[in-house]
């Protein structure tokens, strides 16, 4: 079993920036591919980044393109989300969870049923 814990959310002004860590337990971490979901209030739990396995090939949703980067360190087992130019429309708590799958497109990451454990999430707030 893995364990995902996230941390790095915080409140920040509209354009600012904020790099989220989420830590993997000891284990085979870079064997999975790795994505960042969020969530709003009322709203449901969206794809962000991912970032595929062998070959650290990432995919983003596109209202974040160009602005956050989904990075990883297989060697302290951690996921990184840079989130840069941040707008109100970003604030949401944010999950990190594993998924064993392969994808070759963006379609696959974007699935939450492709994705095997989940992180506690971190909140981020944006004020515009």
């Known amino acids: 079993q893995v364990q995902l814990v996230e941390s790095g959310g915080g409140l920040v002004q509209a354009g600012g920036s904020l790099r989220l860590s989420c830590a993997a337990s000891?284990?085979?971490?870079?064997?999975?591919?790795m994505g960042w979901f969020r969530q709003a209030p009322e709203k449901e739990r969206e794809f962000v980044a991912a970032?595929?396995?062998?070959?650290?090939?990432?995919f983003y949703l596109d209202s974040v393109k160009g602005r956050f980067t989904n990075s990883r360190d297989n060697d302290e087992n951690t996921l990184y989300l840079q989130m840069n130019s941040l707008e109100h429309e970003d604030t949401a708590v944010y999950y990190c969870?594993?998924?064993?799958?392969?994808?070759?497109?963006?379609?696959?990451?974007?699935?939450?049923?492709?994705?095997?454990?989940w992180g506690q999430g971190t909140q981020v707030a944006v004020s515009s």
């Open positions: 969870a594993d998924n064993k799958e392969y994808c070759i497109g963006l379609g696959c990451y974007t699935q939450k049923g492709t994705y095997d454990y």
């Open positions: 000891a284990g085979t971490f870079s064997s999975y591919s």
């Open positions: 970032i595929r396995r062998g070959d650290d090939n990432t």
